[in-house]
């Protein structure tokens, strides 16, 4: 559910953006369509890769990883299908296509950052509320509990280390001052 969330913003965002740039309605909404379907269905690949514990709940890497393959993916089937639907030809994108596959292969990485953090936000409303009957998102919502506890000790451990260090410069002023007395 999450990645098809994403994939519908996605999708009114990409038609929306050709409606203000003032193509037809129809237009828009074929772009639109055209790059939120492959985004969804490839989000929700990465969701099954968290669901079936192939990649760790809350880490980056494995989400860049993910979108530094698909998210070109997806642009290059926007070009094409949008190429397709306007033209009637199938059609790949102007220029060089491992250019094309570069470039949207660097943006991913701020693709990834946003879908890892709206994929975690979304994610953490739904899977408690499905994890009664469905053992992969029990198995999500049970690694998210992991995370939460390593982070909190984590935290924990930090805060501790700050009050020591408080206390331990306290007793030098302490001394300090006496050894100056004395």
Sequence with gaps: MPAYVIGAVVALAAGGLA??????????????????????????????????????????APAA???????????????????????????LPAGPLWQFLAYNALISMGFAIGFLWSHEYLGRHWW???RDHNRYAFTVVEDYKGLASVVLEQKNANARNRAEKRR???EEAREARSAGRA
């Design 128 to 130: 408690p509320r499905i």
């Design 19 to 60: 409606a203000f740039a003032g193509q037809p309605s129809g237009w828009a909404v074929i772009t639109g369509l055209a790059l939120g379907v492959p985004i969804a269905l490839l989000g929700a690949g990465y969701t099954a890769l968290v669901a079936l514990q192939k990649a760790p709940v809350g880490v980056f």
């Design 65 to 91: 990883a993910w979108w530094f393959l698909a998210f070109p993916a997806a642009m290059l089937v926007h070009a094409a299908v949008t190429e397709w639907v306007f033209t009637g030809g199938p059609g």
């Design 168 to 170: 331990l410069r306290a």
